[in-house]
């Protein structure tokens, strides 16, 4: 089964007090298929993204930070969250933000040792938000990350796939964000399920 055929058959929607239910008492899990990933990696990736960032991104690996990209003249053309890793960064953007923002980017990477690759074709991001979102991710064996401060991440093997788990409460509950290659997103999707985390 492929990610679309699992989005299907969840018939997300149908029962909207279900899915309230299961984010105020429980734990919702949200499929964000349409938002981007793109992996940014080169010596000047961190120098690079602060020079046009509205947020401090100089921080240490296994940190993130939420921010917003403005023209030279103060136009917003889009947020974002990046997750700093050790040799790289992921950075998730909104599908209405990801193509100007990232073509204004593109245009100033000529100039730094930085590259600047979508990987949404190869990566999705999943969120598990909700009071029992973290005995979810538990119950799944799912990495947690070391700080409980929003944005901090992990990387690990999860069921023979790259997992970043990445504190963020950005629905107003107690949540993490998932990316995980598409390969995998059924298997890790069908566990959050056993775990009682139901689509939204």
Known sequence: MNLTTWLNDAEVGAEPSAEYASLS???GVWVRDSWHVRQMSGADRVEFLHKYCTQE???EPGRGVYG???TIKG???GDLWVLVRDDDMLVVTPPAAT???FKHLSRYALFDKVDLTDVSSERVVISVWGPTAQAALAAIGA???SGDAQLDHCTAQWEG???????NDFAGLPGWDLIVLREGA???LNALADADAKPV
Not at 161 to 167: C, D, H, K, Y
């Open 57 to 59: 991104v100089r921080v």
């Open 161 to 167: 796939s790259e997992l970043v788990v990445a504190r």
């Open 68 to 70: 917003c990209i403005l």
């Open 143 to 145: 990495p947690s990350p």
């Open 186 to 188: 059924v298997t890790l």
């Open 99 to 101: 193509e100007g923002l």
């Open 25 to 27: 008492a429980g734990a």
């Open 75 to 77: 136009a917003m053309l």
